[in-house]
């Protein structure tokens, strides 16, 4: 029987070819790459079901779907393979967390479905609780969950703060506008790295109604104020002082930065920690 390697080059290479020539840009042709992939395996597992390469095609068809945001077809293959691995003590931690239950609770918990994201790391509990190294997964699960009590998808923030300008800001009059909210700091290495994007999405799109709030993990006045100026950064920034006890980091459960928020129009969250081309794509659609 032909695997599915074979069936790769000659369907999805030619899909690739000619989505290529009818696509806009970088991302519908990878996306349309994406698409074609996945149609082309789910033929192969539909003619195929016992391949002997049918874990990995379903592997494959996981990373499709994931790519196109296709989370209702992506979660039963993910529960079929987590239902599919051995458990308690002879569990593999790696292929059972890394490859199943961390992309479940994420395509779970960014859809907005928290008890279903919550229901996986529960389900892993009792799983792995004889596993020799159970108290160090049970710690990593608590952290998890710990993260669905962050704003997720249709969720509303409540934000108020004098910002180090003087002006008074608050979220909720904001509805007519798209707003970034982000945790971080100058000291967090991601955050730095990612603020280029951040200042050329704002400055891209700020005449169309983008604003961004920044909530600084700081607690030296003087070098967010430098960073701020040097970098021409103009949105408002919170500042009290106090670091990771930062008062509404706090309030909100942030546990680790960059954390971002990206608002829509209707004051709900319509996507977290959005880095990059996919911050600038997801503003773009949203500020029309």
Not at 9 to 33: E, H, P, R, V, Y
Not at 36 to 58: H, I, R
Request: proline share 4%; net charge negative.
């Amino acid at each position: 029987m032909k695997k599915i390697t074979t069936l790769s080059l000659t369907l999805l290479s030619t899909a690739f070819l000619t989505s290529s020539l009818l696509a806009d840009d970088a991302k519908s042709i990878f996306n349309s790459f994406e698409a074609q992939k996945a149609e082309a395996l789910e033929a192969y597992l539909k003619g195929n079901p016992s391949a002997e390469d049918a874990p990995t095609a379903e592997a494959m068809l996981v990373g499709a779907y994931m790519q196109l945001d296709e989370a209702e077809k992506a979660a039963p293959l993910l529960e079929k393979r987590y239902d599919s691995f051995p458990k308690g003590a002879d569990a593999n931690l790696e292929q059972l967390i890394g490859g199943v239950v961390e992309p479940l609770f994420r395509l779970y918990s960014e859809s907005g479905n928290k008890d279903a994201a919550r229901a996986i790391l529960e389900k892993a509990k009792v799983d792995l609780a004889v596993h020799p190294q159970a108290p160090q997964v049970m710690q990593f699960f608590d952290g998890m969950l710990g993260k669905l009590d962050l704003p997720g998808t249709g969720d509303t923030m409540d934000i108020k703060f004098t910002s180090t300008d003087g002006k008074e800001i608050d979220l909720s009059a904001m509805k007519d506008k798209v707003v970034l909210v982000d945790f971080w700091a100058t000291w967090c290495g991601p955050c730095v790295a990612e603020m280029p994007h951040v200042i050329s999405t704002y400055e891209k799109y700020k005449s169309a109604g983008f604003e961004v709030l920044g909530i600084s993990l700081d607690s030296d006045k003087d070098a967010l104020d430098k960073f701020v100026a040097d970098k021409k950064m103009t949105w408002p920034q919170y500042f009290d002082g106090k670091g990771w006890d930062n008062d509404i980091a706090k309030r909100i459960g942030i546990s680790s930065i960059p954390a971002t928020f990206l608002i829509g129009k209707d004051g709900k969250v319509i996507g977290s920690n959005l880095r990059g081309s996919a911050l600038e794509d997801a503003v773009a659609s949203s500020v029309k």
